[in-house]
Antibody, heavy 120, light 106 residues
Framework: QVQVVQSGAEVKKPGASVKVSCKAS????????LHWVRQAPGQGLEWIGI????????SYAQKFQGRVTMTRDTSTSTVYMELSSLRSEDTAVYYC?????????????WGQGTQVTVSS | EIVLTQSPATLSLSPGERATLSCRAS??????LAWYQQKPGQAPSLLIY???NRATGIPARFSGSGSGTDFTLTISSLEPEDFAVYYC????????FGGGTKVEIK
């Protein structure tokens, strides 16, 4: 069965970077795009960007360009999202989500979420 | 950026009642719109994509309609497990989500 499992919670200081991982299983890793979406406490959802595990290409929401880097490791079927220059407003649950097969920009399987807390 | 406005913010209904949720876009998204359900402490789950297509395994009581700027998610008869927060999402220009509608037990 399809599974998307994320790394554990992180606590970071302002100005630091965080790297969250997302390990996929139960399907052909290179055949589906993977997205990152975040949710601040008590707030709605915000799209961060997309990674194509097949070719490695990425696209980021304008808000995060220059601060986010998405990479993948095909040998372990894992994608990574690194966010730098953290500030308190980046405190959120970060989700990895798989793009629906022929409708890449909808999300059919989600990870369990990774809590990132930015605090001095 | 396309802004999605969901209404109402909260919908108070009883099990068995019909729920009608609205999502309005600041400009046309054609039919490039999805709906998600999120329960407390869980990740969202896909219900509807491209405005009216039910995702795999989604019960028939969930239906989506609309095009352009006005969209509706209808739950024909609320089951206890349907009380949750619902988000719409567009992929027509960039990718944005609405602010959510909470469906709570009356």
């Amino acid at each position: 069965q399809v599974q998307v499992v994320q790394s554990g919670a992180e606590v970071k200081k302002p100005g630091a970077s965080v790297k969250v991982s997302c390990k996929a299983s139960g399907y052909t890793f290179s055949s589906y795009y993977l997205h990152w979406v975040r949710q601040a406490p008590g707030q709605g959802l915000e799209w961060i960007g997309i990674n194509n595990p097949g070719g490695g290409s990425t696209s980021y929401a304008q808000k995060f360009q220059g601060r986010v880097t998405m990479t993948r490791d095909t040998s372990t079927s894992t994608v990574y999202m690194e966010l730098s220059s953290l500030r308190s407003e980046d405190t959120a649950v970060y989700y990895c989500a798989r793009g629906l097969s022929d409708y890449v920009y909808y999300f059919d399987f989600w990870g369990q979420g990774t809590q990132v807390t930015v605090s001095s | 950026e396309i802004v999605l406005t969901q209404s109402p913010a909260t919908l108070s209904l009883s099990p068995g009642e019909r729920a009608t949720l609205s999502c309005r876009a600041s400009q046309s998204v054609i039919t490039y719109l999805a709906w998600y359900q999120q329960k407390p402490g869980q990740a969202p789950s896909l219900l509807i994509y491209d405005a009216s297509n039910r995702a795999t395994g989604i019960p028939a009581r969930f239906s989506g309609s609309g095009s352009g700027t006005d969209f509706t998610l209808t739950i024909s008869s609320l089951e206890p497990e349907d009380f949750a927060v619902y988000y719409c999402q567009q992929r027509s220009h960039g990718l944005t989500f609405g602010g959510g509608t909470k469906v709570e037990i009356k």
